[in-house]
């Protein structure tokens, strides 16, 4: 019995969105709680907990588009040319945001505003943008004749809409619980108290999500309703409210890493939902990855170099966050 290739590709390509929104994730939220923090010594305090890593955090992105590209090239033309107008205002997005991460260290009095502001917006625009893709994707794609029959526009509907919004509050649960982790005093304290509207908020997200989704999509509902699926699948819902609990008792007492580690199982638990509602399509609502999987031999070839990036990109990873472990003070900097 041969190894399934293109199963495997969808398993690292998977992996590395995962990766890229729990590390890129918390990153963004930092930009979007900037509109919650005014004073200037705790905004430069927020930045430096991030500074040294946020570079690496987006690796993943690369690796996740790169592999889609190698591993699904029919789906990756396909699903670039549905999602063109989002993911290049995502792009823009990022950029927008690097640049203001390094030009408001460096600024004035006076520009400072600018490129805080400036930071917010890239920092909202990007992760709204990556929302309505995620949105647009799980509600599926037209394709004839091996593109996409859907306008440029197409992905301007409430569910994408809601989706967009739905990421911009999640990414703030990351951020607002990386925060906790990573700073003490007046800081931390003022995270904790807005750190439990933004998890119900997230975790309504999370129900309307859950219930849009197989009311608009018969195939979803049968996905999640049909027995014995849900016996299997009721495991999910459960732990989302197990999730979102852990992390408003935690935020009573002291807090330290708790919220921020049951907060990326209420992410994961998301993610896996997304999973179990598409699988095995990788274009829903109806091209699975074996129809659109790379030549067995460009597969094998490509997967030689994922194996050999993969660890070098956990092991650098894993180095920098060891080196900058522990609180960051005011005062403290990387520029």
Known sequence: MGIDLPLLWLLIIGFGVMM??????????????????RERDHRDTMVNTVAPVWDGNETWLVLGGSGLMAAFPK???????????????????????????????????????????AFIAGSFTA???????????????????????????????????????GVVIAYALLGVTWLILKTEGALQLSMIHIARPITMAVLAAIVIVALWTPLAHPAIAHRWFKLPNLWFFTPVPV?????????????????????????????????SGLVISIWPNIIPPSISIWEVAAPTQSLGFTLVGALLIIPMILGYSAWSYYVFRGKVRVGDGYH
């Not at 929302?131 to 004839?144: C, K, R, S």
């Not at 409210?241 to 935690?250: K, S, Y």
């Open 20 to 37: 890229y929104v729990i590390m890129d994730g918390f990153d963004l939220g930092i930009g979007i709680l900037f509109l919650f923090i």
């Open 75 to 117: 789906a990756y033309g396909i699903l670039l040319s549905a999602f063109y107008v989002p993911l290049l205002l995502m792009l823009a997005g990022l950029i927008w945001r690097g640049v203001s991460f390094e030009f408001r260290f460096k600024a004035d009095d006076t520009h400072r505003p600018f490129w805080d502001k």
């Open 127 to 165: 992760a709204f943008f990556q929302g309505v893709v995620l949105g647009a994707f799980i509600d599926g794609v037209h394709v004839v004749d091996g593109a996409s029959a859907d306008g440029v526009m197409s992905w301007m509907r409430p569910f994408p809409i809601f989706t967009g919004i």
């Open 239 to 271: 732990l989302v409210v197990m999730a979102t609990a852990f992390i408003l008792r935690m935020l009573k007492n002291d807090p330290h890493a708790g919220p921020f580690l049951w907060s990326l199982v209420l992410i994961f638990l998301g993610y």
